[in-house]
């Protein structure tokens, strides 16, 4: 098993940043990948980024690339997402997740995704 907890998320005014931060603990040596999510009110959990945990590739969605920059720091098995000029759009709960599984491409569904922490709510104010 293995556990996932966020942290880092609030109220931002549009134009600011946040810096996320999701801790595995447990068996982590099965991670592969660590993917980030959001799901808005009344919308589908949507990818928003994923990196390999060993090499430190990375993917991102479209609507986020140019703005957000995902980091990981192996010796304290946290991954950090930068999100910096937030938009009102990028109101959401922020999930991470962990797949354990080794896939040639960086998975952007959630089902391939194994592991996932409680949420963490990031609202950004216009």
């Known amino acids: 098993q293995v556990q996932l907890v966020e942290s880092g998320g609030g109220l931002v005014q549009a134009g600011g940043s946040l810096r996320l931060s999701c801790a595995a603990s447990?068996?982590?040596?099965?991670?592969?990948?660590m993917g980030w999510f959001r799901q808005a009110p009344g919308k589908e959990r949507d990818f928003v980024a994923a990196l390999r945990w060993s090499s430190g590739r990375t993917a991102y969605a479209d609507s986020v690339k140019g703005r957000f920059t995902i980091s990981r720091d192996n010796t304290e098995n946290t991954a950090y997402p930068q999100m910096n000029s937030l938009l009102p759009e990028d109101t959401a709960v922020y999930y991470c997740?962990?797949?354990?599984?080794?896939?040639?491409?960086?998975?952007?569904?959630?089902?391939?995704?194994?592991?996932w922490g409680q949420g963490t709510q990031v609202t950004v104010s216009s």
């Open positions: 447990g068996r982590t040596a099965s991670l592969y990948t």
């Open positions: 997740a962990a797949d354990r599984s080794q896939r040639s491409t960086i998975p952007d569904y959630t089902r391939a995704y194994d592991y």
